[in-house]
């Protein structure tokens, strides 16, 4: 949700939840005191979990996760800008990339017809000092080569004029970066759960029982119906 309260469709984005509410008129207290003080406030929600969870997440794939007893979770997540690429995707911690492939690089088309078609983007944004080869292959053959030299948050960017199929296609930086196009790049999960799903049989019965003990509401597990 941005400042002004504009909600976008979090189903088609790979990260989390953030909440702008340093000028939104809701009576939240937070965003009441960031108006205020002319300061802004951003809440972020991080995690594993696509979302925080609520009594009426039961009804979408999105639900309550539990942990068995005497168990832990522990994982590594990488905070990070992302500057000029117009999104990305690979990332590692010393930069960000993107690849604009021939059909989408608009770039390219403005060039002219000659190059419509025919050529692809690379955009990279430093998140640490990088003095590395970016190399560019169509297969097992070298089409571009450059030596990138950047600070951080520099972005650099360069058309090559070069029809890689994305099938074929291969970029490389160091030792330490290495993508190739793959249908896993594009997400592919449910936003909504089946709309003829039966709460009052015995598997939504179970199901229902099972997220209120998530919720650590042991007597409507006891006794569950259809989540509201």
Not at 197 to 213: M, N, P, R, V, Y
């Amino acid at each position: 949700m941005s400042s002004d309260g504009t909600v976008f469709d979090e189903g088609r984005q790979a990260g989390k939840e953030g909440v702008d509410l340093g000028a939104l008129a809701t009576g939240n207290d937070l965003g009441e005191a960031a108006d205020r003080h002319r300061r802004q406030y951003v809440e972020v929600q991080s995690g594993r979990l696509f979302n925080q969870a609520a009594e009426a997440s039961t009804l979408t794939p999105f639900k309550h996760r539990g942990f068995e007893p005497h168990s832990a979770d522990t994982w590594t997540e990488y905070w990070f800008p992302v500057k000029g690429t117009g999104g990305f995707v690979d990332a590692h911690p010393r930069g960000v990339l993107n690849v604009i492939l021939p059909e989408r690089c608009a770039r390219a088309r403005r060039l002219g017809p000659a190059h419509e078609g025919q050529a692809l983007e690379v955009r990279l944004s430093a998140l640490e000092r990088i003095d590395d080869t970016l190399e560019v292959f169509d297969g097992d053959r070298v089409v571009f080569s450059t030596r990138l030299r950047l600070a951080p948050m520099e972005t650099w960017r360069q058309i090559i004029d070069a029809a890689v199929p994305a099938g074929r296609l291969r970029v490389r930086a160091g030792g330490w970066l290495d993508y190739r196009p793959a249908a896993s790049d594009e997400l592919s999960r449910p936003l909504e759960s089946p709309k003829d799903f039966d709460w009052t049989s015995a598997q939504g019965l179970w199901l229902a029982g099972k997220e209120w003990i998530r919720q650590r509401d042991y007597g409507r597990a006891q006794a569950p119906s259809r989540p509201a």
